[in-house]
C-alpha cells in the first residue's frame, strides 16, 4: 500500500524559531500533497493543499506567511512553521493523493511543542 | 460550507455489545471514508464508501453510506477492547478525495 512519512515525529523549539517539516511519499507520486493540524481531542483541520510545482492553496484563517509550503517534487513537501510560537503547538499531519478513489495516505504526524 | 457531525462525540463500550456512530454531513456528497486514531498515532484507513447503499465490512466493523439521508454509519458489532480508539469520519467535497471535511470524531472505549 501507499506509504507516506514525516519527519521529524516530534519537534520542540524556542518561540521565535521556524521549524521544517517534510513529508514525503515512499512508493508513488503524489500529485496533491495536504497538510493538516490536530489540537488535542480534536478534529483534523486542513490547513492548505499543495499541488507539485505550483503553489500551496491556503484554506482561510490560516496565514500564508507563516506556515509556508513548499511542494518541490512528486514526492516531496515541507511545511515550514515561521517564527513559531506556543499557539503553533499542535500535531501536524500530512497526506497525499494521486486522485485515485482510494482518498488520501496519510503520514504519522509530527507533534510540534513552542516553548 | 459543508458540516461533518458524529454523534456521539464520546461511547463507553460494554464488551461483547453492538454500538453505532453516526456521520451526517450537510451538503451533497456521494464519497465517504471511515478512519481510525490511535491516541498520539495518525490516522487509519478503514473504509471507503463511493456510492449510495455502499456497505463495507472489516472484522467487527461495518460501514454503511446513504446519499439521500446524508448519513453514514459505523456499526460495531460484540465490542473488543482493541476497538478502543477515536473514529473519524470524513467526506469529500468535490469527489475527486481531493478535499477531505472531516467530522468532529467519536472517541470509543471499551470497558472490560
Known amino acids: 500500500g501507499a506509504v507516506v512519512s514525516q519527519h521529524p515525529s516530534r519537534v520542540i523549539c524556542k518561540s521565535g524559531t521556524s521549524v521544517k517539516i517534510e513529508c514525503r511519499s515512499l512508493?508513488?507520486?503524489?500529485?496533491?500533497m495536504f497538510w493538516y493540524r490536530q489540537f488535542p481531542k480534536q478534529s483534523l483541520m486542513l490547513m492548505a493543499t499543495?499541488?507539485?510545482?505550483?503553489?500551496?492553496?491556503?484554506e482561510q484563517g490560516v496565514e500564508k506567511d507563516k506556515f509556508l509550503i513548499n511542494h518541490a517534487s512528486l514526492t516531496l513537501s515541507t511545511l515550514t512553521v515561521t517564527s513559531a510560537h506556543p499557539e503553533d503547538s499542535s500535531f501536524y499531519i500530512c497526506?497525499?493523493?494521486?486522485?485515485?478513489?482510494?482518498?488520501?495516505?496519510f503520514g504519522p504526524g509530527t507533534r510540534l511543542l513552542v516553548l | 460550507e459543508l458540516k461533518v457531525e458524529q454523534n456521539p462525540l464520546f461511547l463507553s463500550m460494554q464488551e461483547e455489545k453492538n454500538y453505532t456512530i453516526y456521520c451526517n454531513y450537510s451538503?451533497?456528497?456521494?464519497?465517504l471514508y471511515w478512519y481510525r486514531q490511535d491516541p498520539g498515532k495518525s490516522l487509519e484507513s478503514l473504509f471507503v464508501?463511493?456510492?449510495?447503499?455502499a456497505v463495507k465490512q472489516e472484522g467487527r466493523l461495518m460501514a454503511s453510506l446513504d446519499t439521500k439521508a446524508r448519513l453514514s454509519t459505523l456499526h460495531i458489532t460484540a465490542a473488543v477492547h482493541d476497538l478502543s480508539a477515536t473514529y473519524f469520519c470524513a467526506v469529500d467535497m468535490d469527489g475527486t478525495a481531493s478535499k477531505l471535511t472531516f467530522g468532529t470524531g467519536t472517541r470509543l472505549q471499551v470497558t472490560l
Open positions: 499543495s499541488n507539485e510545482g505550483s503553489k500551496a492553496t491556503y
Open positions: 497526506s497525499a493523493g494521486f486522485g485515485g478513489l482510494g482518498g488520501q495516505y
Open positions: 464508501l463511493l456510492s449510495n447503499g
Open positions: 451538503t451533497t456528497s456521494d464519497r
Open positions: 512508493d508513488f507520486q503524489a500529485t496533491t
